[in-house]
């Protein structure tokens, strides 16, 4: 299996700060990464897919980056409605595996 | 506009066989490139993908509960069946079932079915 490694695991922040969580695989996926967003009792949303790709509807304050094994996903500008729990997923190979998580929380 | 929703018991006892139900709607797993997947959380927990079915009846697995998982479907109905054996109180989760666009994306989700296990 590809192990997905998140960075960090929670992360304290505030209103308009820039904010970088890092997405490692324990071998090269190629683009096939994305990003998803979940919060509280609420099933995942899909926010950037390959890599870099923004879904429809997406804030354009979120972006993607990376290739290989490494993997980041930025918010410009956090907004309010952006803590939440974020997930790196890999469809490289099944099965498909997520990252642990990284919990975004105010401060 | 594509919908899914998870159905089936909320509660389990320890041994039995749980058999969830994912009815969809706004596309047709009989297309070509279509897939579906389910996916568990337990409480607090990450995500874990557990299996998908593809349109021409194609089926993977993740390998540590492949012997415990079946996934079948139903064209017909517009559902996916998704069978675990054996079930034991860590298998307590939230389970999504999540239409499968291009590049392997998990692009639509139920609203997901909180499964316990226990006695």
């Known amino acids: 299996d590809i192990q997905m490694t998140q960075s960090p695991s929670s992360l304290s922040a505030s209103i308009g700060d820039r904010v970088t969580i890092t997405c490692r695989a324990s071998q090269s996926i190629s683009g096939h990464l994305h990003w998803y967003q979940q919060k509280p009792g609420k099933a995942p949303k899909i926010l950037i897919s390959v890599v870099s790709s923004l879904e429809s509807g997406v804030p354009s304050r979120f972006s993607g980056s990376g290739s290989g094994t490494h993997f980041a996903l930025t918010i410009s500008s956090l907004q309010p409605e952006d803590f939440a729990t974020y997930y790196c997923q890999q469809s490289y190979t099944p099965p498909y595996t997520f990252g642990q998580g990284t919990k975004l929380e105010i401060k | ?119």
């Open chain 2, 1 to 119: 506009q594509v919908t899914l929703k998870e159905s089936g018991p909320a509660l389990v006892k320890p041994t039995q066989t749980l058999t969830l139900t994912c009815t969809f709607s706004g596309f047709s797993l009989g297309t070509s490139g279509m897939r579906v997947s389910w996916i568990r959380q337990p409480p607090g927990k990450a995500l874990e993908w557990l299996a998908r079915i593809d349109w021409d009846d194609d089926k993977f697995y993740t390998p540590s509960l492949k012997t415990r998982l079946t996934i079948s479907k139903d064209n017909s109905k517009n559902q996916v069946v998704l069978t675990m054996t054996n079930m034991d109180p860590v298998d307590t989760a939230t389970y999504y079932c999540a239409r499968i666009h291009i590049n392997n994306v998990f692009d639509y989700w139920g609203q997901g079915a909180l499964v316990t296990v226990s006695s």
